[in-house]
């Protein structure tokens, strides 16, 4: 019983998973981790059965990203072989992308995580716009972000490189590695302990599964070479998993994404540019579009090259994607999260009444 408690928050299992556990009224649920997410079947860590799947209930009734992802925290009825899923524990973190193939549909990447790292390979063209982005989608979810600079093995000097990502930084830790050498493995690991997940993020080829594998000590995560010709990966990783760490821990390894689109707006595109709200603060006018207004803050630092052209027009972007995303929200989908949360109020003043009466 205890090797099993202590087993649960090596997983990352805290209070606030458990105190929601624990008001749920059905005995004989215990909790579980989702360690990967198939169509209808769900890996499971922490329980007996290896594997779970949806009670009928919750298929009929969890929608989009309300389904289990990689990272959740569940409760099951375990019969030791296939786990029934009956609750979906609320998520302290979750990411949250557009899905690749649709302008509003919402899809979760991972949920739970501590900490993300957003890996670039130093070997290839690094993209601060790309980091802004991914940094914007971080923030919103409610983890916090570590720049990983892998390969760093393949370049003379790392300074240009790293000159490149401070801008836009803005004081989130950036970590020089090698899953090759084993060079700054060590920094990356203070990133993740007993209780704690850290996944890995970022485009195809740049050593995500690499850097899993060197943490673990062993080659557990498949990887193959990068494309010759234009240095891109090959999307060897196709699904989200979670590996515990020997020691207490978690790491999420996840396929390289093409493109991650912002959908939501939890204020993770204001914290990725944190710099420019700040000059916004000493625009004259409190509306300031920091376009032709006198007075202007953000015009200022521009022109003192404090602040570059691009960081600016890429702060508008992401604002602009995020707005347009809010707005073309699938209105089925709302209109089914809306009826659960009318479902879920109803139940909760019929609770009110009956505890009145007594
Ligand atoms: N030189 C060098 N090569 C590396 C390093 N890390 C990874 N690689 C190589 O880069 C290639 C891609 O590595 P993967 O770990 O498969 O990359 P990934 O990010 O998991 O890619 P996907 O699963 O496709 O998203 C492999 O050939 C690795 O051996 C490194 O630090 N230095
Ligand atoms: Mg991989
Ligand atoms: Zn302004």
């Not at 376009?291 to 003192?304: H, I, N, Y």
């Not at 139940?347 to 009466?357: C, F, I, S, T, W």
Request: hydrophobic letters at 40%; glycine letters at 10%.
């Amino acid at each position: 019983m205890i090797a099993t408690q202590l087993d649960l928050s090596d997983l990352g299992y805290s209070p606030f998973f458990s105190s929601q556990l624990d008001q749920i009224q059905r005995p004989g649920l215990v909790p579980a981790r989702i360690a990967a997410d198939g169509p209808g079947i769900y890996a499971l860590l922490g329980c007996r059965a290896p594997l779970g799947e949806l009670s009928g209930r919750l298929r009929h009734e969890l929608h989009g990203t309300e389904r289990p992802v990689a990272g959740d925290w569940v409760a099951v009825a375990d019969d030791g072989e296939r786990a029934i899923i009956h609750h979906v524990l609320r998520r302290r973190t979750a990411m949250i992308r557009r899905a690749a193939d649709s302008d509003v549909t919402a899809q979760a990447i991972a949920a739970n995580v501590d900490v993300f790292g957003l890996v670039s390979s130093a070997n290839r063209d690094l993209n601060p716009r790309r980091i802004e982005r991914y940094l914007s989608a971080v923030w919103d979810s409610g983890a916090s972000p570590v720049i990983v600079l892998n390969k760093v093995d393949l370049v003379e000097d790392v300074w240009p490189l790293l000159e490149c990502i401070e801008p836009v930084a803005l004081g989130v830790p950036v970590v020089q590695v090698s899953a090759l050498t084993g060079e700054g493995i060590e920094t990356l690991r203070t990133h993740v302990g007993p209780g704690t997940t850290l996944g890995l993020v970022g485009s195809s080829g740049v050593g995500k599964s690499s850097l899993i594998n060197r943490l673990l000590g062993v080659d557990v995560q498949h990887v193959s070479t990068i494309r010759e010709d234009d240095a891109r990966g090959r999307h060897t990783t196709t699904r989200r998993e979670l590996i515990p760490l020997p020691g207490g821990g978690v790491l999420i390894d996840t396929p390289g994404m093409r493109e991650l689109g912002l959908i939501e707006d939890e204020g993770g595109v204001d914290a990725a540019f944190a710099d420019i709200a700040g000059l916004a603060l000493a625009c004259r006018f409190n509306d300031c579009r920091h376009e032709t207004e006198p007075g202007c803050a953000v015009q200022k630092a521009l022109v003192s090259g404090a602040l570059t052209k691009e960081r600016l027009q890429s702060y508008r972007k992401l604002q602009r994607e995020v707005a347009a995303a809010e707005r073309k929200r699938d209105p089925v989908l709302a209109a089914d999260e809306r009826r659960r949360w009318k479902t879920i109020a109803k139940e909760y003043r019929a609770l009110e009444k009956a505890k009145g009466r007594r």
